[in-house]
DNA sequence: ATGGTTGACGATCAA
């Protein structure tokens, strides 16, 4: 079973790329984020006919989350339940007895920014949802968009990140905060070679010079990551032409 | 050098 996040930065611009993905990679399961459409402009017909199941919280221009799966998606979850939040950053449904949570975590902008502190209550109004879902489920994957670089091993040039967006010490708590109930980091299950990232700026050559960060993550609850065999970053995805900014990443279930 | 690139119901905002 491969189950798959992709940052797509508007699916109607990244359809070809999805479609390639889809037939060449065949995940079971692929969590996106920012669609940047509403639902009614979601490719879903396009989708379908490659053989997914769609599920779709979808926003105009910004944000919006979707789950396509190979079978079918039973007890979808929209959003944060019990969060008041416009904003469609979340979606669950559980898929082959594997309850999978999408979710595309606020940018923060700066740590001077008002959308800093609204990213950390994001976060931690998450973490108790997830805290919920594994008293429910045993076999739990919380993938997506984290826009965290969890320790200076996932950032190219962690002195130039120092204290900046994405790697401050509040969201790196954050981070560890679901890991500490009880979810192992999909990427570093087992040792990978430096350089593992999974998001390059679109500016100044950032893929080329390999100027990346590691924000996209899968977090596999102990009982599904006895099934673990192994995890990939598809690089070849951040090659192409007109590319998303981030590369799709996966992991390989028994 | 306070730049640079991309996407959206754009005339700027968010990433």
Request: aromatic share 10%.
């Amino acid at each position: 079973m491969k189950i798959t996040t992709w940052n797509v930065n508007s699916i109607n611009v990244r359809l070809s790329h999805l479609a390639e993905f889809l037939k060449e990679e065949v995940p079971s399961v692929i969590g996106l984020q920012e669609l940047k459409c509403s639902n009614d402009k979601f490719p879903l017909k396009e989708i379908e006919e490659l053989g997914y199941h769609c599920e779709i919280n979808g926003q105009p221009t910004y944000n919006g989350v979707a789950l396509l799966s190979k079978t079918e998606i039973e007890d979808v979850v929209f959003d944060i339940p019990g969060y008041k939040c416009e904003e469609k950053r979340v979606i669950a449904g559980t898929i082959e007895g594997v309850r999978v949570i999408n979710a595309y975590v606020p940018n923060g902008q700066s740590p001077e920014s008002d959308k800093y502190q609204y990213k950390l209550n994001w976060l931690a109004a998450f973490t108790k949802y997830i805290e919920e879902v594994l008293k429910n489920y045993s076999q739990v994957i919380v993938i997506g968009d984290y826009n965290i670089a969890p320790t200076d091993d996932d950032v190219h040039h962690p002195e130039t990140w120092q204290g900046k967006i994405l790697c401050t010490d509040k969201e790196r708590e954050a981070f560890l905060e679901l890991l500490a109930l009880g979810l192992l980091d999909g990427l570093r299950i087992e040792a990978q070679p430096k350089g593992l990232f999974t998001w390059w700026d679109y500016r100044q050559g950032g893929f080329e010079k390999n100027s990346g960060i590691r924000i996209d993550h899968l977090l596999l609850s102990r009982v599904l990551s006895r099934r673990f065999l192994s995890s990939a970053v598809h690089l070849n995805y951040r090659v192409m032409e007109r590319p998303s900014d981030h590369a799709p990443v996966s992991v390989i279930l028994k």
